[in-house]
């Protein structure tokens, strides 16, 4: 810290950082308590065995979320296939499918 | 009509069993049969800062498995008629709390007790959430600094989903927040947060607030609930809370002005 620093008087204090960060968090925090119930974890696990016996997607492809407003909850899902562009060109398909296999 | 209170606070070390000790101390003092319950199983403390750890036989856990019965277990404070204690058990096994068992005791000493006092363990394990599980009231034990602001709001969240009152949608556990080891002079200097900040962040009724003292140490040492300490500024501060609790209109003390330099810079 500079002297120059030492001297200026709109330095915050440590506790209005503190508060600051805490209010940011706990804020975050509230938020995802509400939007997460225990059963999101389950109902997206189950959900993915059901898609896995249609198309084959990455876990990582498939997004579960509970959105809440003043007067409505969204329950959203969103899942991105596998592109198909392995049917198409010949050169491509050969390794995606290597790699699968 | 029995109130059960739960003392807790998620972090560890900010004074939960202190408060336990004078605060049941207290309501015993106030003339109200008290019990006070350590369920920190494996880690038992409260007696030693009660002062009667030499007369430990039976505990909790003993008392759960029926291997002694409510009577044999309580231990009644030589200081004061009106208060009890039930001590943990020294057990490692972590499974000896059943929320049955618990029920059951508690329960029991519904029919004997004005006030059943729950001293919780830190953490959110099983022995915190048991201890929280039947109250009526909450007393989240607080220090103003981050990690422990942030566990009290992560408790209040456990408060009003895991309980027995939310389970059943009763009217939800009455919450209180009790900020420990303050020191108004380092609030002031804009280092510490504030009873208004941490009550800002928190959004809950504050019950009181204890000053950084060294008197509680010397309590501990002695193994006497500091509220004995009549003239020290811990007892008197625990005194109010007491009587704050039990309906009484008094004035905060011990908070000085909030800090100049804070509410001047204060983001």
Redesign the interface.
């Known amino acids: 810290m500079s002297l120059l620093d030492f001297f200026r ?15 940011i ?2 804020a975050h ?2 938020s995802q ?1 509400k939007t997460a119930p225990s059963y999101l974890p389950k109902l997206q696990k189950e959900l993915l065995a059901v898609i896995s016996k249609y198309v084959q997607i990455n876990p990582d492809d498939m997004r579960v979320n509970l959105e809440q407003n003043d007067h409505e909850e969204i329950l959203e899902l969103s899942i991105s296939l596998p592109d198909e562009k392995q049917e198409k060109p010949h050169k491509k398909s050969t390794p995606t499918h290597r790699r699968r296999g | 009509m029995t109130r059960t209170i739960v003392i807790t606070s998620g972090k560890g070390g900010v004074g939960k069993t202190t408060t336990s000790a004078s605060f049941s101390m207290g309501l015993a003092k106030s003339g109200h049969k008290t019990a006070v319950i350590d369920f920190d199983v494996g880690l038992r403390n409260l007696d030693l800062i009660l002062g009667c750890e030499r007369r430990v036989v039976y505990d909790f856990v003993n008392v759960i498995n029926e291997e002694a019965n409510l009577n044999q277990a309580l231990i009644r404070d030589k200081r004061c008629d009106n208060l009890f204690i039930l001590p943990a058990s020294q057990t490692r096994d972590k499974d000896a709390l059943s929320i049955e068992g618990v029920g059951k005791v508690i329960d029991e000493l519904k029919q004997d007790f004005d006030y059943i006092v729950c001293d919780s363990p830190a953490g959110i394990e099983k022995g915190a959430m048991l201890a929280m599980y039947y109250a009526d009231d909450a007393i989240i034990v607080t220090n103003p ?2 990690s422990s ?2 566990d009290s ?2 408790m209040l ?1 456990i408060l009003s989903s895991k309980s027995r009152r939310s389970e059943q949608n009763e009217e939800p556990i009455s919450e209180y927040l009790l900020l420990t080891r303050y020191d108004p002079s380092r ?1 002031k ?6 009873v208004e ?1 941490v009550q ?3 959004s809950m009724d504050l019950l009181g607030v204890i000053p950084e003292s060294q008197d509680i140490l010397n309590a501990s040492n002695a193994g006497e609930p500091v509220i004995l300490q009549g003239k020290t500024n811990a007892a008197q501060a625990y005194q109010d809370v007491v009587d704050r609790y039990l309906g009484e209109d008094v004035p905060q003390r011990f908070i000085n002005q909030k ?1 100049f ?2 509410r001047l ?3």
């Open positions: 008087t709109t330095r915050p204090s440590s506790a209005s950082v503190a508060k600051e960060r805490l209010q968090l706990v925090e509230h308590r | 600094e981050v602001v942030r709001d992560r969240g609030v200097k804009g280092d510490m947060l504030s900040d800002e962040i928190l800090g330099l804070g810079f204060g983001g």
